[in-house]
């Protein structure tokens, strides 16, 4: 890491210590008054927001205004003049005037007004180009001059905790991952309050190992960091812990946090825990835009149609120009089978923001629906464009590549969504499925157990095992899974629709019939007589057990059975499938 500059030493950050929340109120009240004498309106939001949420101070506590230097007292009018033009985003125009301007302030937001300059024009001509935003296609034409400027102060050890931010930005924009990394850091370190720079180093880090190698100032702030990596990370039971933490520490009423517990749930499909605090947020805070794409992710989930058309209204009413407000349209649209529409306003939020990763991954799912696999595709690319974090864009390329049956393409895309979640029983199914489209069925199996072993959300993996068991004339460990799948059908309460559960009956009636243990295949025979597509064979199974035993054999002693039947599994709960009208025929008098 090159030479760090010398940081002003602030009371109250030398240590991960929360026991004096009213210098912690002072720091963000004075760090979110700086963000935004420098144009950072969102590092101001943050900071206020969590100021927000500890007790008021009094007069005599509030942060005095910092003491002017002789250069800022020279560049004041220079100063003023340029922040005028600068929020009303004439950028240029804020630059031309503050050329020359030597103070710390005015310095960094002459490059912030050149670097945003380059940012919207670069944005102006991507914005009618949604195909490939290759890397290179459109640039920011900006971004070398800045590079060179900012490394000559840098290496000078001129540049201020704003300053090297914006420096490390502009490494990042330039693919300079490293260099940024470390220059993100020695920003944390001289200017610890500054979230901007904490942020930008979450979007840089890919793994936890990564994590672990950084040399991080040891303040309050880094808790804040690490809860918001871990979510990132999907290390959702560590970032839970933190942010319980940090509650207990005395942010019980921060917004932030609740939204982030509330993102966190979503990440570990948790939907009511989810659902109940992102309604909750919604009542404190009822016009909050930011996070409400992730809510309706989740009315999406659960098919809450009425619930869903509420918000996408409510948000239309606050500002229907927002990115979160077009996916949450696009959502609602999606719901109701409208994909064309719904894309159309995917597509809308891209074009306000190209950056935004949740369109780029919902857009290509819709595209899914609507058959046009290369338009999934490259929608999906682009999301792992903008994060290479994002499972579910990896998944779904997993699963376009699938539909072309491209077995190879799909193995290394669902290898690559799996890494990024190891516990989703979902990612490990499709890997399986894939292995065994290869033949790799040892794989496959190691697969399907891994799955089960994380909790099968879709119930399916036991099923997918017995079958590959029974492929390979493996008949006891197939009839194992067979009742292990049974069980957690029945014991998880929910009579399900499962199709495979008349299957499961089928041939453990079968292995039983081959095994000699009468009671067993009967027991089962009888079983497969509730469902339709298995009442023939299960009544033809009774009547050739009926007549064995009629014929005096006995049941065999000497063949165990891997388990029997829980005794629950009587007939009385037996699920009945009532058969339809139009399908007499299987019936029987």
């Known amino acids: 890491m090159g030479k760090m500059a010398a940081p002003a030493v602030v009371p109250g950050l030398g240590s991960c210590d929360f026991s004096d929340l009213r210098e912690i109120k002072k720091q963000l009240l004075s760090v979110a008054e700086r963000s935004r004498e420098r144009g950072l309106q969102h590092s101001g939001k943050w900071a206020s927001e969590l100021a927000f949420a500890l007790d008021p101070l009094p007069l005599s506590e509030l942060p005095a205004a910092p003491a002017l230097t002789e250069e800022d007292a020279r560049d004041l009018d220079a100063y003023t003049l340029a ?16 050329r020359g301007c030597k103070s710390q302030k005015a310095y960094f937001l002459y490059m912030y007004s050149r670097y945003l300059s380059g940012e919207k ?9 949604l195909g490939p935003l290759e890397k290179g296609q459109v640039k ?7 590079r060179v400027e900012l490394s000559k102060k840098h290496k000078a050890q001129e540049l201020d905790g704003f300053g090297l931010y914006l420096y490390g930005v502009v490494l990042r924009k330039l693919d300079l991952v490293k260099e940024a990394i470390d220059v993100f850091v020695e920003a944390a370190h001289v200017l610890p309050l500054h979230w901007g720079a904490w942020l930008e180093l979450c979007n840089l880090i890919t793994d936890k190992e990564m994590l672990k190698c950084l040399s991080l100032p040891d303040t309050w702030m880094k808790e804040f960091f690490l809860a918001h990596i871990y979510t990132e990370l999907q290390l959702i039971e560590e970032a839970l812990q933190k942010y319980q933490s940090l509650i207990d520490a005395g942010f019980s009423k921060s917004t932030y946090i609740i939204s982030q517990i509330a993102v966190a749930y979503h990440n570990i499909r948790d939907i009511d825990k989810a659902l109940s605090i992102f309604n909750e947020l919604r009542k404190q805070d009822p016009y909050r835009i930011e996070n409400m794409d992730t809510f309706s992710n ?21 500002d229907k120009y927002r990115v979160e407000t077009c996916c949450v349209i696009g959502n609602y649209y999606s719901l109701r089978s409208q994909h064309e529409k719904a894309a159309l306003y995917f597509q809308r939020a891209l074009k306000l923001n ?8 919902l857009m290509g799912h819709e595209y899914m629906e609507m058959k046009n696999t290369s338009a999934a595709i490259q929608a999906y690319r682009h999301a792992i464009e903008v994060n290479k974090r994002d499972y579910r864009a990896w998944y779904g390329l997993g699963q376009t590549y699938e539909i072309l049956k491209m077995p190879f393409y799909c193995l290394y895309y669902y290898r690559r969504a799996h890494q990024l979640r190891p516990n989703d029983s979902r990612m490990l199914v499709a890997l399986g499925e894939c292995y065994e489209k290869l033949n790799q069925l040892v794989e496959a199996k190691k697969c399907y157990w891994r799955a089960y072993a994380v909790g099968d959300v879709e119930k399916m993996a036991l099923v997918k095992l017995a079958k590959l068991h029974e492929q390979l004339n493996e008949s006891e460990q197939a009839a194992q899974c067979y009742i292990k799948y049974i069980q957690d059908i029945y014991s998880c309460g929910e009579i399900v629709e499962h199709l495979e559960v008349s299957t499961a009956f089928r041939y453990l009636a079968q292995y039983y019939f081959k095994c000699k243990l009468w009671d067993e295949a009967s027991a089962c025979a009888q079983k497969c007589c509730a469902f339709n597509d298995t009442r023939e064979e299960g009544k033809a199974l009774l009547r050739q057990i009926l007549q064995l035993r009629n014929q005096g054999e006995t049941s065999s002693t000497e063949i165990s ?8 599994l009587s007939s009385n709960n037996t699920p009945t499938r009532r058969v339809s009208p139009l399908n007499l025929s299987s019936v029987t008098p």
């Open 561 to 568: 059975a891997p388990f029997f039947l829980p005794a629950s």
């Open 121 to 129: 024009k670069k944005d102006d001509e991507t914005v009618d180009s």
């Open 83 to 98: 922040k005028s033009y600068f929020d009303l985003k004439e950028y240029d125009r804020a630059a031309y005037f503050l």
């Open 140 to 146: 920011n034409e900006a971004l070398r001059e800045l």
């Open 354 to 361: 190209p950056r935004y990763l949740g369109a780029w991954t």
């Open 298 to 318: 989740l009315l999406y989930v659960r098919s809450m149609k009425p619930e869903l058309s509420y918000l996408a209204h409510n948000l239309c009413e606050i």
